[in-house]
């Protein structure tokens, strides 16, 4: 296909999806005057711009031209009242330390969430650490300019759930709570079998500070690390309800079962919920609650990808694979009990073509290929446990690569799923496949693609907001760029998305928001607007140079203002460490793109 620069764009309709640059539209429809127009960031080229936070100057809605930028409310370690705004706190409330005994202050902070509650507003912060964190902020707003500034910040405690694990992206519930996530839990069979510390993955190593632990020390041994670590605890949705008088109240939903959760998003029954998985080899899955604003208990469900077609990202039917209904105080009393893998399931070798001796089942996740069998009555704690092995042994799809951000656009029924990466398990006959279904069959897309997935009713499901397919929208594309070009610290290309993340949807307004966390397909990572009638993108903000873009959400309407939240997670921190040169500057940033006029 031809080469895609500037704002053109070459349009290949394939089966209802567009190709390049664009995704799929609604033919036939007028350009809206409800869309905004962000006035577009230039791609950085110079050093000066690579160290920047570039953002949209201007943007016009409804025929009205506002002037905005990027605001910061809180970097990484600022003082806001008696708090210090990403300082990691152990179970006692002592700040955890560093190897050199200095304190913690976390550069990862991933969501942040805006919350009224009453007559005040409020920020919900959660740090992607080891041992996470969320910070409470009491926020004031000036009436007349809508600009945001923190009033007071504090710790918020976990010490009732075990501590909170490397909380990623999040999402607002309906019902105005925060709806953060645990990624990347430990593999529970690993620790299990571990002989030493040497055994212990070095990732899981830093929670065990939590406890009061130095793992990194001679004298501490595996059987101190199982005592204070359990993996089960970890790898769930958590909820934070905040009162008017700035109390919060934490949950962790057991019941939504155990994956990397990038997040959960609940749609606008308040019953069904959507649960990316992040990794390779993972499952995207389901939850339908019990009853509304309540997620302690429900029925899971798994998808299985029914490929139709390899074009321009793929195209699947879905069918949703019943992984059964559990309650969280069951799972959550299995958890403290002490339950190990070893309860769960018996194991046997895999065979050199993949397969399994009778009895058990083969299975390929993010751990690799094994044969499993689940022990007589262990079906309902493996199904909260272990979800994502538990989910293949059932048959459902767990080929997925880099599965992130999830979000719903209400004005045509549709759901968005980015796919930072279409590669591994979703590549076809690759070892990622060995003794699992191979469900998925694309070609590599190194750059990614965000998916659409139309929402249904479905009686049997019991659920209006059920998914019954999933095609690719916007799709990002592979470039090599010539070593003397101001574009060749770049693999993927400049006019389009590379490695999408977090998205956020303007309701009303056409507007799908794509935020970037990509190493070496942009040097510096971007967030777009992407025009889902006529498949334009447009760049609103770039970040430094190796920082990630996380937490792009939309709030249409507080208090007559509307806000597009942005955090710039770990400048420096994930590439291009080199160009540091002052430390002050490898501090995370939460704030916003506006503010916009109230778009409700």
């Known amino acids: 296909m031809k080469k895609l620069f500037g704002r053109s764009l070459l349009v290949l309709f394939t089966a209802g999806v567009l190709t390049g640059q664009a995704g ?61 705004f990403g300082l990691l706190m152990d179970q006692s409330g002592n700040p955890v330390l560093n190897k050199d005994g200095s304190r913690h202050i976390s ?3 991933d969501f942040s969430s805006l919350l009224p509650v009453g007559n005040k507003l409020f920020m919900v912060s959660h740090f992607e650490s080891r041992p996470g964190a969320m910070y409470l902020t009491e926020l004031g707003q000036d009436q007349k300019t809508g600009k945001l500034k923190a009033i007071k910040t504090e710790n918020i405690d976990f010490s009732a759930v075990g501590g909170l694990w490397v909380p990623c992206a999040g999402s607002v519930t309906p019902w105005g709570t925060h ?27 830093p929670m065990a500070r939590y406890f009061g632990l130095d793992p990194y020390a001679t004298s501490t041994t595996v059987v101190d690390f199982r005592r204070v670590f359990k993996p089960y605890r970890y790898g769930y949705p958590v909820e934070v309800a905040v009162s008017e008088d700035g109390k919060p109240t934490v949950y962790k939903h057991y019941a939504m079962g155990r994956v990397a959760v990038e997040l959960a998003y609940v749609m606008p029954d308040k019953r069904t919920v959507y649960i990316s998985d992040d990794g390779t080899n993972v499952g995207f899955f389901m939850f339908v609650a019990d009853r509304p604003e309540d997620l ?8 299985k990808w029914n490929q139709k077609h390899s074009a321009n990202g793929g195209y699947a039917d879905l069918s949703w694979i019943n992984l059964g209904h559990a309650d969280e105080d069951t799972i959550h009393k299995a958890v403290e009990s002490g339950i190990s893998f070893s309860d769960i399931f018996a194991v046997s070798e895999p065979k050199g073509n993949g397969t399994c001796e009778q009895g058990f089942t083969s299975v390929h996740t993010t751990t690799g290929l094994e044969c499993l069998q689940i022990r007589p009555g262990m079906e309902t704690i493996a199904s909260r446990l272990e979800t994502r092995r538990y989910a293949a042994m059932k048959g459902a799809t767990t080929e997925f690569r880099k599965e992130e951000g999830i979000t719903f656009d209400p004005d045509h029924k549709r759901l968005y799923v980015a796919m930072s990466q279409v590669a591994k398990g979703m590549e076809d006959g690759k070892k990622y496949d060995k003794g699992g279904p191979n469900h998925v069959r694309l070609p590599k897309n190194k750059c990614g693609v965000v998916y659409g997935l139309d929402i249904r009713p479905d009686a049997t499901i019991g659920s209006e907001y059920v998914a019954v397919n999933m095609y690719g929208v916007v799709a990002g594309t592979m470039h090599k760029y010539p070593q003397d070009s101001e574009f060749a610290n770049n693999t993927c290309d400049i006019n389009s998305i590379a490695n999408p993340d977090n998205i956020t949807y303007m309701a009303g307004r056409d507007t799908l ?12 990572d971007a967030i777009w607007a992407y025009n889902v009638k006529t498949g334009k993108l447009t760049r609103i903000q770039t970040t430094p140079y190796g920082s990630e873009t996380t937490s792009p959400y939309f709030y249409p309407n507080i208090n007559g203002h509307a806000y597009l939240m942005s955090v710039i997670q770990h400048p420096y921190g994930e590439s291009d460490e080199d160009k540091l040169r002052d430390s002050a500057e490898a501090k995370a940033y939460t704030g916003y793109i506006g503010p916009l006029p109230a778009m409700d």
């Open 24 to 84: 799929h539209v609604d033919a036939g429809q007028k350009k809206s005057s409800k869309i905004p127009e962000f006035k577009e960031v230039p791609f950085p080229v110079t050093d000066a711009d690579k160290r920047k936070i570039m953002a949209s100057e201007e943007v016009t809605v409804d025929g009205k031209t506002y002037r905005i930028g990027y605001n910061t409310i809180l970097r990484s370690g600022d003082q806001a009242g008696e708090g210090t």
């Open 107 to 109: 550069v990862d902070n």
């Open 179 to 205: 709806l953060g996530s645990e990624e990347y839990p430990n593999n529970a069979r690993a620790t299990e079998a571990a002989k030493s510390m040497d055994d212990i993955e070095d990732y899981d190593k």
């Open 296 to 303: 302690s208990s429900g029925t899971l469900y798994a998808a």
């Open 513 to 524: 928001i794509i935020g970037e966390d990509t190493g070496s397909g942009h040097q510096n």
